[in-house]
């Protein structure tokens, strides 16, 4: 969504509008439910926490500064209910998270070698994800996945630039390390 | 720590193979499959929320920077000129600085080159001065006797009044009880177009005297 469209859908919410949070709540959910579903591993507790961390954002818009991005102050506001949940319930931060291998929906001709080695590579990439810490890994998949900026990722995890850019290689070079120990050269 | 001594070892951890391998991992992170959330999200969230109520500088903010519209009806349209030219009529009658001309007869200012020319009426001697009013009427008074009354002189048996005249020539005359009288002592007169005589006075100040021709 771009930043300009954001910004009226919130203007409106300001306005009294409730139902236009539905435009940013739709287009946010499943970046925010994952996130929920790597921290917790519980899809229960995902789905609530997603509808906690919407609500607070709701709640807290007359905070959102103009101009900044809204996806990184909504995922921030995300991180934090979900830390504060695990702490509640006394449970490590599951550095597992929930990735659930899920088979490529193409179809793909059985002759087509190489992207069956590609589509393994993924798959393997999500295993090792699990295995890192959850805060290389949601540096990660921001940057990766959902395809922020540096600058946004910073915001999102609350850290400084060159902190996030640091976050992010050493995030890439754990999952490196791991594919190699695993065989994937 | 074992890991990451094994690690160190490989040709792989080299320079640009490090960074190219780091790219690769990345593009594959892009293509990793997630979840899809539950449709109960969306209506659990707005279920969750109540419309807020605008700031009052928000509000005040919209009424600045919306469109307006203003719905009338002819009528109303033609109360509202009424009203208008009313008001600016009043405004006009009761606002504005009203210029009258003054009743009051207006001097010549004293100004550095005026000086003060004595307007003298003399009576024969026995002559009744029974006279209500005697005024001094001219080129310099709008030929208004008003304020330009003269002063019975019982030394002179006249009547006199001097006044602040700047340089220049002036007809004038007397206006005693209504009737307009030429100045008996004026050597120059002047038809004044309604069968009256005008004596002329000229005020030389160069010479410092005036002379009443």
């Known amino acids: 969504m771009v930043r300009q469209e954001e910004h009226r859908v919130i203007s409106l919410v300001l306005d009294g509008d409730a139902d236009a949070y539905a435009i940013l709540v739709k287009r946010y959910e499943r970046p925010i439910y994952n996130l929920m579903l790597r921290m917790t591993a519980s899809p229960q507790d995902a789905l609530d926490l997603t509808q906690t961390t919407f609500i607070k954002a709701y709640d807290s818009l007359e905070r959102f500064r103009a101009g900044r991005s809204f996806f990184p102050w909504l995922y921030t506001i995300g991180l934090n209910q979900a830390k504060d949940f695990l702490r509640r319930r006394k449970l490590e931060l599951f550095h597992n998270g929930y990735l659930e291998d899920v088979a490529d929906k193409a179809s793909v001709p059985a002759d087509q070698e190489e992207r069956l080695i590609s589509q393994a590579r993924v798959r393997e990439v999500q295993s090792a994800l699990k295995q890192i810490s959850w805060d290389y890994r949601e540096a990660i998949i921001l940057r990766f996945y959902e395809n922020l900026s540096v600058k946004d990722v910073a915001a999102a995890l609350g850290l400084s630039l060159s902190a996030a850019k640091m976050r992010v290689h050493r995030g890439l070079a754990m999952l490196r390390h791991i594919l190699l120990d695993n065989g994937y050269g | ?213």
């Open chain 2, 1 to 213: 720590m074992k890991r990451e001594r094994e690690a160190s070892d490989r040709p792989a951890d080299r320079g640009e193979d490090l960074s190219r391998d780091l790219r690769f991992i990345g593009g594959l992170v892009a293509r990793i499959q997630d979840q899809t959330p539950p449709d109960a999200l969306l209506a659990g969230v707005m279920a969750g929320i109540e419309p807020k109520k605008p700031s009052a500088g928000r509000r005040f903010w919209r009424l600045l920077t919306r469109p307006q519209y203003v719905r009338f009806t002819p009528m109303g349209l033609v109360y509202g000129v009424v009203l208008l030219a009313v008001v600016l009529a009043g405004w006009s009658w009761v606002g504005l600085p009203r210029f009258s001309p003054s009743q009051e007869p207006s001097l010549a200012p004293i100004s550095a080159g005026t000086e003060n020319y004595r307007f003298t009426l003399s009576l024969a001697k026995g002559e009744s001065t029974q006279a209500k009013s005697v005024a001094v009427i001219g080129d310099f008074n709008n030929w208004t006797p008003q304020g330009y009354e003269m002063i019975w002189d019982e030394d002179c048996h006249c009547y006199n009044l001097s006044l602040p005249l700047p340089r220049g020539r002036y007809q004038y005359a007397f206006l005693v009880d209504g009737r307009i009288l030429a100045d008996p002592r004026a050597l120059l007169t002047q038809e004044d177009g309604f069968g009256h005589k005008n004596s002329i006075v000229i005020i030389n100040h160069d010479q410092s005297r005036e002379k009443n021709i």
